[in-house]
């Protein structure tokens, strides 16, 4: 199920995403899954947003995830900043990561769009989708 995910949100965000690492593969095997199929879905969605290589490894899956695996083992850099807790979603990350880019871009919506890792018309579709059109 994990790799259907994979495709279907690597096709959605145009990324060259094809596979998990196998640490990465590990934790998704480990986890208890208790929001079952549609935590499954968000992690992987998570994962496929914050990935910047063709695959997806520790660092892209949630923290709670990567902290249940090895406790103490403090976020990446990228996602210092971040919503932590019940008000962390997928989309307010995505949200938060593009604002990001485009404030270290000057605004500049081709360099941040390859910042992101993402086409142009993407980022301009989210851009709309998270009312940040004015930024």
């Known amino acids: 199920m994990a790799q259907t995910f994979l495709r279907e949100f690597a096709t959605e965000n145009q990324k060259p995403i094809s596979s998990f690492s196998p640490e990465a593969m590990d934790l998704l095997l480990s986890h208890s899954w208790p929001g079952n199929v549609r935590e499954l879905r968000t992690a992987v969605e998570h994962a496929v947003v914050l990935c910047r290589t063709e695959r997806i490894t520790p ?6 995830m990567r902290n249940a695996a ?50 142009r018309r993407t980022l301009h579709r989210k851009l709309h989708l998270y009312h940040l059109e004015n930024s």
């Open 59 to 64: 660092r892209d899956l949630p923290p709670g």
């Open 70 to 119: 090895a406790p103490g083992l403090p976020a990446p850099p990228e996602t210092a900043g971040l919503p932590t807790g019940n008000d962390f979603t997928v989309k307010e990350a995505e949200k938060q990561i593009i604002m990001r880019a485009l404030k270290e871009t000057n605004g500049n919506r081709t360099l941040t769009a390859k910042k992101i890792g993402m086409s």
